[in-house]
C-alpha cells in the first residue's frame, strides 16, 4: 500500500489554480452523496447548487480536470468522483499523526470522515505522561518522545496539530524536522515553516467572530426598519416657483423646459 512519503498529488505540476483546488472537495462531497443515491447523471447548475458555487465556475474548475460533461446529459457522477480524488491524492493512503489529544484532538481521532476520505490516523500524539498507552477512539495514545521515529516509520507526510498555542511552533517545528510536509494546524497561532511545507488552519474562534459580525449587522438593520423614518424633522418647504425670465440665465434650461435645474442663491 502506497504511503503519503511516495507521492504527492499532481495538481501543481498540472497547473491547477490554488482557488480551483480549494472547491475539489466540495464537489466531491456533493458527488459522493449523489453517489450514494445511486444518481448516474448530473448537471452543472444541479452540481453547482449542492457544492455552493455558480455553475460557470464549476464548468471552468472541471475544465482543468479535462472533463466538459455531455451536452443534454451532465457529467458522469461516478467517472468525476474517481477523477477528483484522483486529482486531490485520494486514491492511495495518507497517514496522519494527530499531535495534541485534548478534547479537540479526541474529537478528530473519533472522526469518521478521514478513513471514507482516504486518510489513515497513524497514531495520536501527547506530551502528558498520563495519556500514554489510553485508548482514544480505538487508538492508544503515543508518548511525544517517540514522534520522530512514529514518522519514520509509518511514512508520514501530513500532521494535524492540536496542542495549545504555547507549544504549536514546537511541535511544527519537531515534525517539519522528521519529514511531515503538510501541516494542519488547529492550534489558535500562526505557524511559520520553511518552503516546501503547507500549511491549513483551522480557527474556529475567528470564525465565530465573524458570524457575530454578521449577526451584529442584521440585527442594526433590523433595528432600523423597525424605527421607521424619522417623523420629528420638519418637512421641507420648497422655494416659489422663479418667474419665467427672471434666473439672469437665459443659457441654461432644466428637464422641463424653460426652468433651470439648480435654481440660483
Same mark, same amino acid.
Given at each position: ?8 498529488? @499532481?495538481?501543481?505540476?498540472?497547473? =491547477? ?13 456533493? #458527488? ?25 465556475? #464549476? ?38 499523526? =494527530? ?51 512514529? =514518522? ?8 494535524? +496539530? ?15 524536522? @522528521? ?11 500562526? #505557524? ?13 474562534? +475567528?470564525?465565530?467572530? +465573524? #458570524? ?54
Amino acid at each position: 500500500m502506497a504511503t503519503g512519503r511516495t507521492h504527492r498529488p @499532481a495538481t501543481r505540476s498540472r497547473g =491547477i489554480p490554488e482557488a480551483t483546488v480549494a472547491r475539489l472537495p466540495l464537489y466531491l462531497r456533493a #458527488l459522493t452523496a449523489l453517489s450514494e443515491r445511486s444518481v448516474p447523471t448530473v448537471s452543472s447548475e444541479e452540481l453547482a447548487t449542492a457544492a455552493g458555487v455558480n455553475s460557470a465556475k #464549476l464548468r471552468k474548475d472541471f475544465s482543468y480536470l479535462g472533463s466538459y460533461g455531455t451536452r443534454g446529459v451532465g457529467y458522469d457522477v461516478e467517472y468525476l468522483v474517481y477523477q477528483i480524488s484522483r486529482e486531490l491524492g485520494l486514491t492511495q493512503d495518507w497517514p496522519v499523526v =494527530i499531535v495534541g489529544i485534548g478534547n479537540l484532538g479526541a474529537a478528530l481521532a473519533g472522526y469518521g470522515g478521514f478513513a471514507s476520505r482516504g486518510f489513515r490516523v497513524a497514531a495520536l500524539i501527547d506530551a502528558d505522561p498520563a495519556m500514554t498507552g489510553r485508548p482514544v477512539a480505538g487508538i492508544p495514545v503515543q508518548h511525544s518522545d517517540d514522534l520522530e521515529k512514529i =514518522i519514520s516509520e509509518d511514512g508520514v507526510s501530513i500532521g494535524v +496539530i492540536a496542542t495549545p498555542a504555547g507549544v504549536a511552533q514546537q511541535v511544527c517545528d519537531r515534525l517539519v524536522a @522528521a519529514g511531515v510536509t503538510s501541516i494542519l494546524n488547529f492550534a489558535p497561532t500562526v #505557524l511559520s515553516v520553511p518552503d516546501g511545507v503547507d500549511v491549513r488552519k483551522v480557527d474556529l474562534s +475567528i470564525e465565530l467572530q +465573524i #458570524l457575530a459580525f454578521h449577526e451584529q449587522r442584521k440585527a442594526g438593520e433590523e433595528s432600523s426598519a423597525e424605527e421607521g423614518p424619522d417623523t420629528d424633522a420638519e418637512p421641507a418647504v420648497a422655494a416659489p416657483p422663479a418667474p419665467r425670465g427672471a434666473t439672469g440665465d437665459t443659457g441654461r434650461k432644466g428637464p422641463d423646459g424653460d426652468v433651470p435645474a439648480v435654481m440660483p442663491a
